[in-house]
């Protein structure tokens, strides 16, 4: 199947840092990508969906003005947690997929762990 | 929009035995619905899935059934090993006017014992 990376895999930062996270296709280019996170030992809650060259849509309840994503080009998003808490530690998990339809296979990137102290 | 449910929340089989998860979905607009098994750590792996114009579908051991007028669907796998412990994902697609996106559901944690 098709390769998606992300960067960094795990990363640790102070409360009220920001922290980049990069999501790369890398063999075929992502119509879309998606952005979940996943607490330990729970589900993948779906946080945006983001389509290269327009804006992402956020799910109910996630802040935009927390998480930034950016989809610059079709093969890569960023999510950039900004003035990181605690709270905000997680597992957080991109896939893409080359097609608008869920019958487009997603592929998932290995996911980054970020703790906040 | 779509919610999922997924029972049972854990599951412990022997070796050899048949393991069943079921979900159910709130959409009844969902027209694609894939399993994942995720390992600890790990990303999502995509085993099996079908699509809303099919009844059944099978893969080696593993099948999964849809009855689209319940909302259900389930996961069957069968000659269970080993390494089929994970916790396994259901999922149904959420159709929109421009894409669609998949929702997930709690999960199950399938525990085989040799």
């Known amino acids: 199947g098709a390769v998606v990376s992300q960067h960094p895999s795990w990363v640790i930062c102070k409360s009220g840092t920001s922290v980049k996270i990069e999501c790369r296709s890398l063999d075929f280019q992502a119509t879309t990508m998606f952005w979940y996170r996943q607490f330990p030992k729970q589900s993948l809650m779906l946080m945006a969906t983001?389509?290269?060259?327009?804006?992402?849509?956020?799910e109910q309840g996630v802040e935009k003005d927390k998480f930034l994503i950016n989809h610059a080009s079709l093969t890569l998003s960023t999510l950039t947690v900004t003035s990181a808490h605690p709270e905000d530690s997680s597992f957080y998990i991109c896939s893409a997929r080359a097609g608008t339809r869920s019958y487009n296979e997603q592929f998932f990137g290995p996911g980054t762990r970020l703790t906040v102290l | 929009g779509e919610n999922v449910e997924q029972h049972p929340s854990t599951l412990s089989v022997q070796e050899g035995d048949s393991a069943v998860i079921k979900c159910t979905y709130s959409?009844?607009?969902?027209?694609?619905f894939p399993w994942y098994k995720q390992e600890l750590g790990k990303r999502p792996q995509l085993i099996i899935d079908?699509?809303?114009?099919?009844g059944e579908k099978k893969d080696q051991r593993i099948a999964v059934t849809l009855n689209k007028t319940a909302k259900h669907f389930s996961l069957h796998i069968t000659e269970t090993q080993p390494e089929d412990s994970a916790v396994y994902f259901c999922?149904?697609?959420?159709?929109?006017?421009?894409?669609?996106?998949?929702?997930f559901g709690p999960g199950t944690s399938l525990s085989v014992i040799p």
């Open positions: 079908i699509r809303s114009n099919v």
């Open positions: 983001s389509n290269e060259g327009s804006k992402a849509t956020y």
């Open positions: 999922a149904a697609s959420s159709a929109s006017t421009s894409y669609d996106k998949v929702i």
């Open positions: 959409d009844s607009a969902s027209n694609y």
